[in-house]
């Protein structure tokens, strides 16, 4: 009996820890204290107007200089990143996941587990390999290098959803296609790919989600001018913690949830 | 069947050479062989020299334990393996070297291996979607097709909401459905239960009929072979055994393998001396052709307690257990001298039960000589 209660004080404890500090950025965002954040001062939307550029009653001293336009374009840029990464890397990906479990080759294992490291790489390692590569090859820092260095181990994350939908898929269904008549570009347009489409399409989710996110090795990579919502966010709280940024931080996590959201429905709509 | 039809002399088309009038057979495999490397880093030869054809829209079965090389022989005619030695044909042009969505055949799969993302009907009309045919044309053979294997009306279902029987059939109006000139069957029937199986071992043999195209199927089960096939094929070993019409194959097995792999026999050892083949019990008979060494068989429904003829051979033993299987029984006798035989017996009311003495015969025209010595 006392144990169970224990178990039940020790659950609420964990998620509280958590949860709690997200639940408290949300808060925070819609304080009107100005000031001191952690001092309730009555409700506000004047935050969120602030960041989407719209007239607000807050003074210039409790905002960042001339941040909201800089904020703006770095979103643009955030956004331009995860979609050309989430294409190129949707691509790659998926046909190195095919390569791989339909086609033999020597050395396969070795080719899967060189697939996996970037994952695993640390972050700073990658990134500063990566600044190095681009400085020693001559290419200035800009999107796209933003984009062929995310590439890099985005393409990972999608060639291990891909993997694991492939492993369950049966072969013999290719087969007969082709033993149907089909060439193999009509097997794989008709069979192959609604086979694996699901985990095509989580590859291709979870590649946007980490590239909106990416901080560490984008940092390296990015030109001075082509800042992603991360690096601002970042710099903004170099320059002290304010209001708004509770703001951008929900915003963000809302963002987060309907694309994982929607993910989630169509997935299950499809079974 | 072609071939036999048109002989030397009989002209079928006066003025061209009898070489065009030749009808070629649907299916000729020469000399096919084809090994696997093993993970272990070790080769298994599933194909071994095997030349094998149809001569016509014949049903032939694919005979042999579980790893004998069955599927991989289908699997090089549809295309899905490459051999490493030996040629295919089919019509009589060559098509060892083509990949399979160019080959005139389709597939039964023992997994069914249906498009389980599309609907009954899109899996029907696949090879029709494929060759760009028009809808109305593929929504007419779609309804035929399932008319033909019993599923008319199910269009629309999808894969999930079909049983196992149903599949089955969905499985074979779609490799049906192109037209193929040649239907391949892998074990389509291994995981049906006892009573849809028997039911669907008789429509595939009357379909074969009605469509008039060749049928290779695939078992493992020797009932199931002899009950459908024009002809079977026993595999063991990567090589074909035997080839013949299952009567054949039944009452004349060709070597102690077929004989013990299709139905239930007695192997006797021989001894050969002036042209007699001498039983381990001393009795003897004439031989035919003349052996040095072999293996007697003998079918246990012909052993009979009752003489025929005065010539044949007589066991006298003891039976050690008897068997009830309605309307007959199932003997094993022990004989010394020759060991125990098994023997199938009418249920006439007067079969002796265990520990009982008993006499059987077997006519001389039940004698089968196998030139092979048991090991
Ligand atoms: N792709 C493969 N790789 C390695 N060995 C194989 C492969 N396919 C079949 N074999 C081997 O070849 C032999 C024949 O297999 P198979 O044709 O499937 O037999 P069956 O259908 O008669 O049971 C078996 O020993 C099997 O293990
Ligand atoms: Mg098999």
Redesign the pocket.
Known sequence: MKLTRLLTLYGIAFFAFIYAPIALVMVYSFNANPVNMMIWDGFTLDWYRLIFGMETGITESSTYIDSTPQLHAAVRTSFVVAFSTTAISTVFGTALALAVARYRFRLAGFYRVLLLVPMIMPDIVLGIALLIFFITIGMNLSVLTIIVGQCTFLISYVFVTVSARLAHMDVSVEEASADLGATPFATFRKVTLPSIAPGVFGGALLAFIISMDDLVITYFIAGTGDTTLPIHIWGMLRRGIKPEINAIATLMLLATIVIAGLGLYLRSRQK | MYRAMIGPGHSACPGSSSESTLMPAPLEITAASKS???PEGGT?T?LDDVSFGLDGAEFVTLL??????????L?TISGF?ALDHGTIRLEGQDVTDWPSHKRPVNTVFQSYALFTHMPVSRNVGYALEIAGADKATIRRRVGEMLELVGLAGLENRRISQLSGGQKQRVALARALAGRPKLLLL?EPLSALDKNLRQKMQHELKSLQRELGIGFIF?T?DQGEALTMSDRIAV?AH?RIQQLGTPQALYRRPANLFTADFLGDSNLIPLVVAEGRGILPDGQSFTLNGAPRAGTLMLRPEDLTRTRRGEAGLTFKGVVAARYYSGKDFQIELDCPGTGRLLAVLRDDGAVPDTGAELTLHSATDALHVIEEVQP
């Open positions: 696997f490397r093993t298994i599933a042999g334990p579980s790893g004998c090389g069955k599927t991989t022989l699997r393996e892998d695939v493992h595999l990567g």
